[in-house]
């Protein structure tokens, strides 16, 4: 009887090992297309651009594996070292300029208790505009000898700036196109998080005295500190994809004066018949990425909202 | 009523069945039918795609029924290809950038050895020798050279009538016209090139051709003499003399495209443009709204003799892994026979073939085709960096210069590193193999 009852149990625990096996590889099951894809389009390249830029591929001879050679001529490289210095700025203005702006205006926009749509509307309109399309009419706005500065040479101003130009101040030209079309974007998803702000807080913090100043950054800033730290972070990680705004308006000009790191590799990828060079630069953009994305991680770990 | 019911149904089988029986009789048809693909981009102007697929394609395929030539429009014919044919395909002609791409191609065993079909075709003959020669490898013929081009300055003759300018015939006039055309408020050369930054070469390629010689900068390009040599030098502070003094689109070429500075040119704000004769056909399609002509850039140097920096904007070859060869060789042979090139020629494209005979040619192409013509019989040709420089130096050069004009690097640099830049190319053995 009792050996009976001791298989009897066994055969239970048995189907239970089963059946928790077949619950276990039920989500797997089911994420296992999304993972394939992963493999295939993420993982494959990734691997690939690995071993590249082991080698010293030209892009058409066969590639000869040189080991770290191509990180040995990063670490040592100018052009790299300015693109990256470009790229610090790009992120410094974006992590800056934008959000604040996209924060004031989210906050004003939510007071509006007519029409807020046509608001939201408008101000997320160049988000909708093709990048290389907005690149290019801001190009023409630029332009020395057609755009604005004609505009401002006829109303009397002298000395106007030579927006893509000059060295010292294309970057922040484009920039600002960028920022132009991007904040709109962060105006978007900060006016719907001060939609779920608690209201009862703020009618608290009223009763209790505070001014519209101290109601903002006491009581509204902290409940969006997981918005802005989201925000704070695909920031960063795309100041290091930046590509495009750069590569339509200056191509990385006036001299290296624009040069990102991505506009860096592009060139020496297709330009410069070195895509096993141009494979390491992609390898340093994704370790950069990879640094921001574990920094936020501790942080998150430390009790940071986000 | 159930028949009415059925109606669409049946309606749709037989219109199914119907559809896959003209497509199996399309089929059938195709079967026979020979296939070659050919990517072109539209560089040369939307006129030059018409003249491809008008004159060029569907004249081969009315001479040849069985064979179909499908064209494939791309921004950048070779670096597609190569892709392709990294991965064991490809197009059947290989569109190349000129003979360094065919080189490189080569040396991948990417193209097909022609001399079988050059010996069919008499190839040899046809061609001029000095083009035919840049795109052999190893003693083998790897594809056929495609038009030749140069760099000449194209001016609004109205303007320098009105204000009485010549045209310069050294250095030091031709800074003196800039200065006069400065101080009317008028840019002396259009020159763009924020969305193509390699035309920076065009203007090396002149400020070197001019300043030191075709023979001495020949010199420069065998490694015989350093790129940071003092002749090499004072051809940069020449041309950086003519840009930081405003002189080449006042000093904004940085800051504006190409098709910017065309409009600056055709807008009368600019007198002159200095630009390969590939912008004859464009003048062409769209002429500009007053009297123009073109001249060679004058010497930059006494005792060195103007000429003209010759280039070859590309070359045609067989991907090796072509299942039809015999019929893509005979579709590049009648692409380049002498009607073609007559045609071609029309437009303002020089196809380097022999005997062309040039009827009714618009007289801004007449002109331009002499001039070549007469340097190449006296030997005032010069090397353009797209043809004859090689490709880490030809790069860093075009990709540099912005830096030296806008004060960022000294010239004393810029030329070490080009000289560290075609110490490398040498040592890759990519040096342009000049054939005396």
């Known amino acids: 009887m009792s050996s009976d009852l001791v298989i009897i149990n066994e055969v239970i625990q048995i189907k239970r090992s089963r059946r928790n096996w077949k619950k276990a590889m039920i989500p797997w099951l089911f994420l296992s297309p999304a993972l394939f894809l992963i493999l295939l389009v993420v993982a494959g390249p990734t691997i690939g651009t690995l071993i590249l830029s082991l080698t010293d591929w030209d892009g058409i001879q066969q590639p000869k594996f040189i080991g770290i050679e191509n990180y040995q001529a990063l670490l040592s490289d100018p052009n790299f070292f300015a693109a990256l210095g470009n790229n610090f700025k790009w992120m410094a203005i974006f992590c800056t300029v934008p959000i604040i702006f996209a924060l004031i205006i989210a906050y004003m926009v939510s007071k509006v208790k007519r029409g807020q749509m046509f608001y939201r509307s408008s101000f997320f309109l160049p988000q909708i505009v093709s990048t290389v399309v907005s690149a290019k009419i801001w190009a023409w706005i630029y332009n020395p000898f057609m755009g604005l500065n004609t505009v401002l040479t006829k109303w009397g101003f002298h000395n106007v700036p030579m927006w893509l130009g000059d060295p010292a101040i294309a970057l922040f030209s484009v920039a600002l196109v960028d920022g132009w079309r991007y904040w709109g974007f962060l105006m978007v998803l900060i006016l719907t998080a001060l939609h779920q702000t608690d209201k009862s807080l703020e009618e608290a913090a009223v009763v209790e005295g505070a001014n519209k100043v101290q109601i903002f950054w006491y009581v509204i800033l902290p409940q969006l500190r997981p918005t802005l730290m989201l925000i704070l972070m695909l920031t960063m990680i795309w100041s290091f994809a930046a590509f495009d705004y750069v590569f339509v308006m200056t191509n990385g000009g006036p001299g290296n004066a624009t040069e990102l790191i991505s506009t860096y590799m592009y060139k020496e990828a297709l330009q410069n018949q070195s895509p096993g060079y141009a494979s390491s630069i992609a390898l340093a953009m994704a370790v950069l990425s990879g640094i921001i994305i574990f920094v936020f991680g501790i942080l998150k770990k430390k009790g940071w909202d986000m | ?436």
């Open chain 2, 1 to 436: 009523m159930k028949v009415r019911k059925w109606l669409p149904v049946l309606a749709a089988s037989f219109l199914l069945l119907s559809g896959c029986s003209s497509s199996s009789s399309s089929s059938s048809s195709d079967k026979d039918k020979v296939e070659i693909s050919l990517y072109a981009n539209n560089q040369g102007g939307t006129e030059y795609l018409d003249y491809l697929q008008n004159d060029v394609i569907k004249g081969f395929e009315a001479k040849h029924p069985n064979i179909k030539i499908k064209l494939v429009k791309n921004s950048d014919p070779e670096g597609l290809a190569k892709q392709q044919l990294a991965a064991g395909g490809g197009p059947d002609v290989i569109a190349l950038n000129g003979p360094t791409s065919a080189q490189d191609f080569a040396a991948a065993n990417y193209l097909l050895p022609l001399d079988e079909y050059a010996e069919k075709y008499k190839w040899e003959e046809d061609y001029y020798p000095w083009a035919y020669q840049t795109v052999q490898n190893n003693g083998k013929q790897i594809a056929l050279p495609g038009s030749y081009e140069t760099l000449v300055v194209y001016y609004n003759r109205d303007m320098f009538k009105q204000n009485g300018w010549e045209v310069p015939t050294s250095y030091e006039e031709l800074e003196e016209l800039n200065k006069k055309m400065a101080d009317k408020d008028i840019i002396p050369f259009a020159f763009g090139s924020s969305d193509f930054k390699a035309a920076n070469e065009w203007w090396l390629s002149v400020a070197f051709n001019e300043t030191v010689g075709a023979d001495g900068f020949k010199k420069v390009l065998t490694g015989e003499t350093p790129w940071n040599s003092p002749e090499m030098k004072e051809s940069i502070e020449k041309l950086n003399n003519l840009w930081t003094k405003g002189y080449i689109n006042s000093k904004q070429s940085q800051a504006i495209t190409l098709d910017d500075a065309t409009s600056l040119f055709l807008s009368g704000k600019a007198a002159m443009k200095m630009e390969g004769t590939w912008l004859l056909s464009t003048f062409k399609g769209s002429p500009p709204p007053f009297d123009w002509d073109v001249f060679i850039m004058p010497s930059w140097k006494d005792g060195v003799e103007a000429n003209l920096p010759l280039a070859l904007g590309g070359a045609v070859g067989i991907n090796k892994n072509s299942k039809h060869p015999d019929e893509t060789a005979e579709f590049i042979d009648w692409m380049h026979s002498k009607q073609n090139a007559e045609k071609l020629l029309e437009m303002g494209g020089f196809l380097p073939i022999n005997v062309l005979e040039a009827k009714n040619l618009d007289p801004h192409v007449q002109k331009s085709f002499d001039l070549l013509n007469e340097a190449m019989e006296n030997n005032q040709t010069g090397y353009a960096a797209w043809t004859y420089w090689p490709p880490s130096a030809e790069t860093f050069a075009w990709s540099n210069i912005e830096s030296v004009w806008l004060g960022q690097i000294d010239t004393d640099t810029y030329l070490d590193k080009l000289q560290e830049a075609f110490e490398e190319d040498k040592q890759k053995g990519k040096l342009f193999k000049f054939n005396d």
